[in-house]
């Protein structure tokens, strides 16, 4: 099972957050990642294989349609985009990022996040927000 996201998924933890008019969009495949990251860890071991794909700009009509013109910008082809998502599915990488060189990044990424969920999974209040007065 291959679930299309966007590297848009990501941009909601950059501020200024995702580009404007972008809010639902960037929700949507931030929720794309995040479901099927889960499910991939529910059905390991079930031989099913699931990711989730986040490529960047690719050259479709998706946004000639919405009557922007982006000839001019550098984008990959969809072929390119299935040849990396058939070589993750391949090497088992639940997340695929067709245009990462470097694939330690996706891993201090998770890492930072385990390490907030761990970190501010407690009873007691952060210091900066102790009251004052
Ligand atoms: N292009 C990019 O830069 C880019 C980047 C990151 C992620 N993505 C993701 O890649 C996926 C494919 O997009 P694309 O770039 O290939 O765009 P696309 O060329 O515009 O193709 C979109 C496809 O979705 C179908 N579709 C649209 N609305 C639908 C609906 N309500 N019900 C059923 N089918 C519907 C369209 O069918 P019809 O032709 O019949 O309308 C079309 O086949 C999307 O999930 C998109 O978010 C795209």
Do not use: W
Not at 92 to 100: A, I, Q, S
Not at 101 to 109: G, K, Q, V, Y
């Amino acid at each position: 099972v291959i679930n299309v996201a966007s590297l848009l998924a990501l941009s909601g933890l950059m501020p200024p957050g995702p580009l404007p008019h972008r809010a639902v969009y960037a929700a949507a495949k931030a929720f794309t990642v995040a479901f099927t990251q889960a499910v991939a860890g529910e059905l390991a071991g079930t031989g099913v294989r699931v990711q989730a794909c986040l490529p960047g700009l690719v050259a479709t009509e998706f946004h000639s349609v919405q009557g922007m013109d982006l000839s001019k910008i550098p984008r990959m082809t969809a072929a390119d985009v299935v040849t990396a998502s058939l070589a993750a599915l391949a090497q088992g990488e639940v997340t695929c990022v067709p245009g990462l060189d470097d694939p330690s990044l996706l891993e201090r990424l998770a890492e930072a996040q385990r390490a907030v969920v761990m970190s501010a999974n407690r009873p007691t209040l952060a210091h900066r927000y102790e009251a004052t007065g």
